[in-house]
């Protein structure tokens, strides 16, 4: 069996697994109650010891955002939540604690390897996983294995592939980046923006996606806007890895039946692909579970 821990900014998710990906046993905790009082990595080494309990486990994961060095498992370059556990060599910290060998990696990679494992990806050739959410996350799995480029950070930076160069300034450092355009929360931006009607809403997206479903021309045209700038973003990593599978997740993608149908014909129209619309644009089929069984099975 494995376990995997996924650290996010606001969740941290943990899971047992067995050897076909199956779930043992899986919890959702708030990052709040974990760090709130005492030592975070304490805390999160104890929380791991409870999601196990009696399980005779492996090997285990960690997956974080930022850049990892899968050698030493430090956080490099943390972002968020993660300066919490920046410098700490985390791959030594959970492998001394909980002992069994322990991997640390970037979440996005994380999710990847999931998907390509167990879910959306299986059986594809090259795989691109982008993630809807706070950020744009992109991984990329190719001929059996995650690509990592030369220092580990290859394949993850889709996100700040620019699709205008005129566009707005990225904490990056370049304009126009696809996050800037297509994550979740630069789409709720966007929708508040275009439809104060949504302003208040807590639930802005779907009810954004509902008033698309019903064929509002105003909410339409905010919706056909996003699926072309997503279709730019895609048919760059296209362009430049060329997969067989794009897999996309995040909570935007609930709305997938109204999504992929007009993103995907737009991603044919425009891509270079042998023979043309080759490519599949599939939904996440783990969804939430996807970084934490994803780390439980990447190794080194
Ligand atoms: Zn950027």
Request: aromatic share 8%; hydrophobic share 40%.
């Amino acid at each position: 069996m494995k376990f995997g821990m996924d650290y996010g900014g606001t969740n941290i998710k943990a899971g047992v697994f067995d050897n076909n990906g199956e779930t043992v046993n899986f919890v959702e905790e708030k990052l709040s109650a974990l760090s709130s009082q005492g030592n975070l990595l304490e805390n999160l080494i104890a929380h791991s010891k409870k999601v196990i309990g009696k399980n005779k486990i492996e090997s285990g994961g960690f997956a974080i955002k930022g850049l990892i060095n899968t050698e030493t498992g430090k956080v490099e370059n943390d972002i968020g939540a993660g300066q919490m556990l920046a410098g700490i060599n985390l791959k030594k910290a959970f492998s001394e604690a909980l002992g069994f060998p322990f991997y640390v990696d970037n979440d996005a990679r994380a999710y990847a390897w999931g998907e390509y494992k167990f879910g959306a990806g299986v059986g594809s050739k090259a795989m691109v996983c982008m993630t809807l959410g706070t950020g744009l996350g992109c991984s990329l799995v190719v001929d059996d294995k995650p690509y990592c480029g030369s220092d580990s950070s290859g394949g993850l930076l889709g996100g700040h592939i620019s699709i205008d160069r005129n566009g707005p300034d990225c904490t990056c450092g370049q304009k126009g980046c696809l996050e800037l355009y297509c994550s979740a929360t630069a789409l709720t931006e966007k929708v508040k923006l275009a439809h104060p009607v949504l302003n208040d809403s807590a639930e802005a997206l779907p009810a954004f996606f509902e008033k698309v479903k019903l064929g509002d021309k105003e909410f339409t045209r905010t919706f056909n806007e996003f699926i072309d700038n997503l279709s730019v973003g895609i048919v760059n990593v296209i362009h430049a890895y060329g997969p067989d599978v794009v897999v996309l997740g995040g909570g935007v993608l609930n709305s997938a039946d109204i999504i992929l149908p007009p993103l995907t014909e737009l991603v044919h129209k425009r891509a270079w692909t042998f023979p043309k619309g080759k490519v599949q644009i599939r939904k996440s089929l783990l969804g939430n579970n996807a970084a934490a069984i994803g780390i439980a099975f990447l190794e080194n």
